[in-house]
């Protein structure tokens, strides 16, 4: 990885995105998955939300789906 | 927020995506045809709980965590709406009832830049950043009437593609964008430049 590269790197970094399951949050959770985050997918559509974060973990991608709330 | 810190024990990035932007669908339409003159109290106040409350409180959680390593990243989701108005001619379809982007979208999305200012300057001195990300249209199913209409309100000629959001997520989390805070990155297809 070069110098460039490493700056966009996020291995090693823990992201939640609210809305994760959502249209453009999906796009969000892939984005920081595929540059090495581990990502918490968090929606108020639980369903949505773990299966989306299933999708990115058969990528190999570390995620974990989760209902919206600050409990 | 609990959740994440026991499973991973730390957080570096909030991406606040979470918001109320009903589309102009049949199950949606009570709403959308509402006139700024009727707009009812309740929709406002919901959607301002979503898309204002909401994030106001996971900024604050997420916060308190960055605070002990004095380091991370938020990332609000703006709009264009929060930038100017809504052109409300995009939502005018011939022999149907005349429906209007909600008073709400454009006020809590403008909102969004407020916070995002008062979060990124309270954290002073430290590394935790705060910016908005403003997505123009983004493609998916909309009628090609629409579709066209707004393509020639933009620079590029066309709506975003949705793999078009990635890199700026990914800048504005990662080392790369580590001198920017309480700004806004506006990905829009130049909408925002007429």
């Given amino acids: 990885m070069n110098e460039v590269q490493k700056l966009f790197d996020l291995t090693d970094q823990v992201a939640i995105v609210t809305g994760g399951a959502g249209f453009l949050g999906q796009q969000f959770s892939e984005a920081l998955s595929e540059a090495g985050a581990k990502v918490v997918v968090a929606d108020i559509d639980q369903a949505a939300a773990v299966a989306y974060a299933e999708t990115l973990q058969k990528k190999n991608w570390f995620s974990s789906g989760v209902k919206t709330g600050c409990d | ?194």
């Avoid at chain 2, 669908?25 to 409350?53: G, H, I, R, Y």
Wanted: charged share 20%; proline share 4%.
């Fill in chain 2, 1 to 194: 927020m609990d959740r994440t810190l026991k499973k991973f024990g730390q957080l570096d990035i909030l991406v606040n995506s979470a918001a109320l932007d009903p589309k102009f669908d049949n199950q949606n339409q009570s709403q959308n045809v509402t006139s700024f003159e009727e707009f009812p109290l309740q929709s406002w106040k919901d959607a301002m709980d979503v898309n204002l409350t909401g994030m106001f409180l996971t900024c604050q959680y997420a916060t308190r965590e960055m605070k002990k390593k004095g380091k991370g990243s938020l990332i609000n989701i703006c709009s264009t709406y929060g930038i100017s108005g809504p052109d409300q001619r995009l939502y005018e379809s011939l022999g149907e009832p005349r429906r209007y982007k909600p008073v709400y979208y454009t006020v809590s999305k403008a909102g969004v830049l407020g916070l995002t200012k008062y979060v990124a300057t309270y954290f002073e001195g430290t590394e935790i950043r705060c910016n908005a990300l403003t997505p123009g249209g983004v493609e998916r199913d909309h009628d090609q009437a629409f579709k066209d209409a707004y393509a020639s309100r933009t620079v590029l000629g066309r709506m975003a593609y949705p793999h078009e959001m990635k890199g700026a997520v990914v800048f504005l989390a990662s080392e790369a964008s580590s001198y920017m805070t309480g700004t806004n990155l506006v990905v829009d297809g130049g909408w925002t430049a007429w």
